[in-house]
């Protein structure tokens, strides 16, 4: 007897489980989404530069000239910097420099020269996102460095640690 | 000779055992007729010509009310890009789908994650409604929100969910075990 009932109370068991899953009011349902951030450091210049020396007072060395572009950065890492290298030296006795604007937070330098080797124009950089910041050159020559036709450099600015 | 006591045992077990056979009788609800060859006419049985005879029977049915929701696969949304000066470019994931089955009417469902993202992160989600639902995109959050409303009479596969995860410029790398959440979705009444 007590076999039976105890087989009767598990079957109505099972069936009102059945029903209770079959007929729900409710049904829910969920799977996992995985949102996955990466170290990112892009970095954007506009506009190219041409800085032509062509006056100066006489008993002086040839005027400087100046010419600005801009840059935009943005990186979502901590303490990265901005340098600058140039592909090729100048001429003895011309130089060009850069002053970089730094994004908020940063430190920029001033009158960086710049050369094959790469210099630190921005330190200090963390999580920003900006644009619109100004690359002022200046671009020098002694009156002993004479004549230069015009000549391209390609000056790189890289974000790194 | 009998023994007094054992004469008493025994008669206390012919005792016992015809009580016990009341009980099963009682229990079974069969009384000794029920046992007989012929049983008695049935009440909804119609005599007819010859040994012929019509039964009639109820059988009843229901349909109760069916919600059912199924997801396919699990989702991974990589933020690894954006323009120099703008914040991280937000990506959308079409890769995952849904069903379901509603033989009622003015159903919905409704999205939520079981925590909270980080701060800066975000989580967006817009499904595919069943034709004749709406649906809206929504952020999610731990708080549930309405993504398809009107869901009526339907059973339907294939219905796309579409993701869009976002995230601040301030949330640093997560490495590629990212951060998951969970994401239920649940279909009931409007």
């Known amino acids: 007897m007590n076999r039976t009932l105890r087989a009767f109370a598990l079957a109505m068991f099972v069936a009102l489980g059945v029903s209770h899953v079959a007929f729900a009011q409710t049904d829910t349902e969920g799977h996992t989404v995985t949102m996955e951030v990466a170290a990112i450091n892009v970095l954007a210049i506009t506009g190219d530069v041409t800085l032509t020396i062509d006056q100066a007072t006489p008993g002086s060395d040839p005027d400087p000239v100046s010419g600005s572009a801009s840059y935009a950065v943005t990186t979502n890492e901590s303490a990265k910097k901005i340098t600058a290298e140039i592909d090729t030296n100048l001429p003895a006795n011309m130089s060009l420099v850069v002053d970089a604007a730094a994004p908020l937070g940063a430190t920029g330098s001033t009158d960086v020269a710049l050369t094959e080797t790469a210099s630190d124009v921005v330190t200090g950089m963390s999580t920003i996102a900006a644009s619109g910041l100004a690359l002022n050159y200046t671009f020098s020559a002694t009156a002993a460095a004479g004549k230069l036709v015009s000549t391209g450099y390609t000056v790189t600015y890289t974000i790194t640690n | ?190």
């Open chain 2, 1 to 190: 000779m009998v023994h007094p006591q054992r004469y008493k045992t025994v008669g206390l077990a012919a005792w016992a055992l015809s009580l016990f056979s009341a009980c099963v009788v009682a229990l079974l609800g069969l009384s000794p007729s029920a046992w007989a060859q012929t049983p008695p006419p049935l009440p909804d049985a119609i005599p007819l010509a010859g040994n012929q005879v019509s039964l009639s029977q109820t059988v009843t049915v229901r349909v109760l009310e069916i919600n059912r929701i199924a997801i396919s696969g699990d989702v991974l949304i990589p933020i690894a890009e954006a323009e120099a000066g703008t914040p991280l470019s937000p990506v959308t994931h079409s890769g995952s789908t849904y069903a379901l089955t509603v033989n009622g009417s003015d159903k919905k469902i409704v999205g939520s994650l079981d925590t909270e993202f980080p701060a800066g992160m975000e989580l967006s989600v817009e499904l595919t409604p069943p034709p004749g639902a709406t649906a809206t995109r929504r952020i999610l959050s731990s708080d549930p929100v309405d993504l398809v409303k009107g869901v009526n009479l339907i059973a339907a596969t294939n219905l796309g969910i579409t993701y869009t995860g976002h995230a601040d410029i301030t949330v640093a790398p997560t490495g590629t075990a990212g951060i998951s959440r969970r994401v239920t979705f649940t279909l009931t009444s409007n």
